[in-house]
Nanobody, 125 residues
Framework: QVQLVESGGGSVQPGGSLRLSCAASGSIFSIHSMDWYRQTTGKQRVLVAG???????TYADSVKGRFTISRDNAKNTVYLQMNSLKPEDTAVYYCRAGAVVVRTSTTFNSYNEVWGQGTPVTVSS
């Protein structure tokens, strides 16, 4: 069993900063990708930033230059540093882990993807 626990969301004024964290727990052997998505009411969940275990990163055009994704593979944790926040960044932010391999006492189990519960971010004056 794998769980993702997000933290760091909250309310901030435009131009402010927040740092989100997402920690994966369980008998994790490996995680290929750890990403951040966001969703607003009535809209689809969209990719904000992604990272691979090899160090690759990708960003949505709307956050390039403002957001930075980083990852601690030893801790199975991914971070999202969000600077120069705008009202349009307001959303629920979700962490996603892709291609997760878990070690059991006798074998390995794999999961295509695991999602966190989401953490809300509100940017408003």
């Amino acid at each position: 069993q794998v769980q993702l626990v997000e933290s760091g969301g909250g309310s901030v004024q435009p131009g402010g900063s927040l740092r989100l964290s997402c920690a994966a727990s369980g008998s994790i052997f490996s995680i290929h990708s750890m990403d951040w998505y966001r969703q607003t009411t009535g809209k689809q969940r969209v990719l904000v930033a992604g990272s691979t275990s090899a160090g690759g990163t990708t960003y949505a055009d709307s956050v390039k230059g403002r957001f930075t994704i980083s990852r601690d593979n030893a801790k199975n944790t991914v971070y999202l540093q969000m600077n120069s926040l705008k009202p349009e960044d307001t959303a629920v932010y979700y962490c996603r882990a892709g291609a997760v391999v878990v070690r059991t006492s006798t074998t390995f189990n794999s999961y295509n993807e695991v999602w966190g519960q989401g953490t809300p971010v509100t940017v408003s004056s």
